[in-house]
């Protein structure tokens, strides 16, 4: 098995769509669970991606490739579960904010919490917080999860959770505040219900807010 796990890490750093589509089948002919190739093999994969485009030895084109590989492997492996095969957990709105483009890291914290049985909505980036809004209302959401890059544009996390006491709707959904410049002291700050440090972080931070 790990020499599947590092099949499939490879397969999102090479960027090869192919060969993750190709990994993902073997994996769940070998009676691999969906969720376990995720989170032990792909997911490892992409975060090693979004190291490498931090760090400068990856560039915008190969990560948007290494990106159009894991929603390869995913599909598989979500087709897989079938409709109702797996509990969900809770239902996630993710997006960066308004005026920042950024988005590896929210694409780690995808991966992540669908490797671990939740359902995701991906609003993309740049994303007013009135998309927000009406999506969390939407689609029965439980959680708005929030990325900033950048120091001018964490203030749309503080005017979203600011929205949602003036509408009367806080109580309704769990935010979760992320992104290079965000602290537990911000979250505290604005009065966000969780800070997550990394992708990781994120589903452990939401799962104790769904007390699970």
């Known amino acids: 098995m790990s020499d599947l796990y590092s099949q499939a890490a490879e397969a999102i750093i090479e960027a090869d769509a192919d060969a993750a589509r190709q990994v993902a089948e073997k994996a769940l002919e070998q009676g691999i669970a969906p969720g ?8 490892s994969g992409i975060a090693e991606v979004g190291e490498r485009f931090e760090s400068g030895e990856l560039f915008l084109p190969e990560l948007m490739m290494s990106a159009q590989a894991m929603e390869a492997a995913m599909g ?32 780690i914290v995808i991966a992540y919490l669908k490797a671990n049985s939740y359902e995701v909505t991906d609003l993309g980036r740049d994303v007013p917080n009135e998309t927000f809004l009406a ?10 999860g929030m990325s900033a890059l950048l120091t001018t544009t964490m203030e749309e996390q503080k005017k979203l959770v600011k929205a949602l006491l003036d509408s009367g709707e806080r109580e309704h959904y769990k935010v979760v505040v992320g992104g290079a410049p965000a602290t537990q ?3 505290d700050a604005i009065g966000a219900d969780a800070y997550a440090e990394d992708a990781s972080d994120g ?10």
């Not at 969390?136 to 708005?144: C, H, T």
């Open 185 to 187: 002291r911000w979250a």
């Open 36 to 43: 376990e190739i995720m989170s032990q093999g792909f997911v």
């Open 203 to 212: 589903v452990r931070k939401i799962d104790a807010l769904m007390d699970l």
């Open 76 to 107: 598989i492996c979500n087709a897989a579960l079938g409709e109702g095969a797996a509990a969900k957990k809770a239902h996630v709105v993710i997006g960066t904010v308004q005026g920042d483009v950024h988005d590896i890291g929210k694409a």
């Open 135 to 144: 999506k969390a209302k939407e689609e029965g959401a439980q959680v708005i």
